[in-house]
């Protein structure tokens, strides 16, 4: 442990109880998310996106690369139900990873288990993030993003700064524009930093 988190080599005390608690958190959030998921096309944009992941085209500016990309992939991987109902449940699944890397953040930042599960409840409950993972929208994708950079940006730190890391990303509208950061974040994996 240093200075109060848990550093990579050192996950700490309950380690396997802590990733059974990540595997119910999405578990439970994303059917949660799903029971409610929209199974047609919704109001706004939704008709939009749900065509441009259909068809590989692109959606009104920015064009969201990464969600067209990523939702493409997720339709032709979960055969079930009409595209429109597939993208739901693809915003279901970002929301419930984005809950569950938060509370890995919270485990990484030295929270208890209770606060850690607490926080990561508060976010998956709030009403404006629930109304957001079962419809056909970007935002949670964006929520997943956030967290996995802060994620990375506490790892980089820990490990006494990560000379890499890319901080116009962490802008406040770099947040709609996530497919710089994840090629960022794959190009590190890839690379073993």
């Given at each position: 442990m240093v200075g109060g988190r848990h550093s990579e080599g050192d996950l700490g005390p309950g380690y396997a109880s802590w990733s059974w608690i990540a595997i119910g958190l999405?578990?439970?959030?994303?059917?949660?998310?799903?029971?409610?998921?929209?199974?047609?096309?919704?109001?706004?944009?939704?008709?939009?996106?749900?065509?441009?992941?259909?068809?590989?085209?692109?959606?009104?500016?920015?064009?969201?690369?990464?969600?067209?990309?990523?939702?493409?992939?997720?339709?032709?991987?979960?055969?079930?139900?009409?595209?429109?109902?597939?993208?739901?449940?693809?915003?279901?699944?970002?929301?419930?990873?984005?809950?569950?890397?938060?509370?890995?953040?919270?485990?990484?930042?030295?929270?208890?288990?209770?606060?850690?599960?607490?926080?990561?409840?508060?976010?998956?409950?709030?009403?404006?993030?629930?109304?957001?993972?079962?419809?056909?929208?970007?935002?949670?994708l964006n929520a997943l993003s956030l967290v996995v950079a802060v994620l990375f940006a506490l790892a980089g730190s820990e490990a006494g700064g990560c000379p890499g890391w890319p901080r116009p990303f962490l802008s406040a509208d770099s947040v709609r524009q996530t497919t710089p950061l994840w090629a960022w974040l794959a190009l590190q994996w890839v690379c073993g930093r």
């Open positions: 999405f578990t439970g959030l994303f059917a949660l998310y799903a029971v409610g998921a929209c199974r047609t096309i919704y109001v706004g944009d939704s008709g939009e996106l749900v065509a441009a992941v259909h068809t590989l085209g692109i959606p009104h500016p920015s064009g969201f690369p990464l969600y067209v990309l990523l939702g493409k992939l997720w339709t032709l991987v979960l055969p079930v139900g009409s595209i429109a109902f597939r993208m739901s449940l693809f915003s279901a699944m970002c929301a419930a990873a984005a809950c569950t890397v938060l509370l890995v953040v919270g485990r990484v930042v030295g929270l208890g288990r209770r606060a850690a599960i607490f926080g990561a409840l508060m976010l998956g409950l709030a009403p404006s993030f629930w109304s957001q993972a079962n419809i056909q929208r970007v935002y949670t």
